[in-house]
Every structure is written in C-alpha cells, then in structure tokens.
C-alpha cells in the first residue's frame, strides 16, 4: 500500500485547512477490511493519533481534536480526507496517513498498530 498526503500548509489560527491522503493498493490481499488513520508529530514530541476510520465507516477521535477535526473517506477514490476546523497553534505538526489491514472497531489510534506510512505533510498554525 502507498499512501501519499497533501494539503499541508500555514495557516492562522481558527482557520482551517483539509488534508487528503491518496491510497494505492498493489496486489492481491486476502484482507478486504482496512483502517485508515491520520497521525502527527509535534517537534520534540512522539507521534500521536488523531483520528482513525475503518472500512465501515466507524471513527475514533483523539480528545484534543473532538469537535474540530472530521475524518472522511472516498472509496471509490480511495482517498482519506482531515478537514481541520478551529486550527490552533499547537495543531502545528506534520501529519502522517497510515493504513492497516483489518477492521476493528473502534479503529485504533495507536501508530504501532499500522504498518503501512505515508511521508507527510506539514501543517503550521500560527498564533
């Protein structure tokens, strides 16, 4: 699976941004179920989860991001989207795709339970 991300960019605070993540499959899988999540990391700081969706539709939210951030998928495109509501300054981050083979539900935010990364993008949220 290759996974690339754009969208990243500066913006100022309360503003929003929309990240996309373009998936591509290669090969035959015996899995037909997936999780998708987004992840990011601070300067200084380990990655942390932030939200995540499984082939379902199911979601999971970090905390810090509840009511801000909505995750979304196109199936047919096989794209991930983050659109990102209400940015604050300590959203600043590059933010990282990362697919799994497997639903579960609710999908995980623990970066250990993917195995398949995209190279990131950077978001910059300025006060």
């Known amino acids: 699976v290759q996974l690339v991300e754009s969208g990243g960019g500066v913006v100022e605070a309360g503003g929003s941004l929309r990240l996309s993540c373009s998936a591509s499959?290669?090969?035959?899988?015996?899995?037909?179920?997936?999780?998708m999540g987004w992840f990011r990391q601070a300067p200084g700081k380990e990655r942390e989860g932030v939200a995540a969706v499984d082939s379902n539709g199911s979601q999971s939210y970090a905390d810090s991001v509840k009511g801000r951030f909505t995750i979304s998928q196109d199936r047919a495109t096989n794209t991930l989207y983050l659109q990102m509501t209400n940015l604050k300054p300590e959203d600043t981050a590059v933010y990282f795709c990362?697919?799994?083979?497997?639903?579960?539900?609710?999908?995980?935010?623990?970066?250990?339970?993917?195995?398949?990364w995209g190279q990131g993008t950077q978001v910059t949220v300025s006060s």
């Open positions: 990362a697919w799994k083979w497997g639903g579960w539900i609710p999908p995980p935010l623990a970066d250990t339970e993917y195995n398949h």
């Open positions: 499959r290669r090969g035959p899988s015996r899995y037909t179920n997936y999780c």
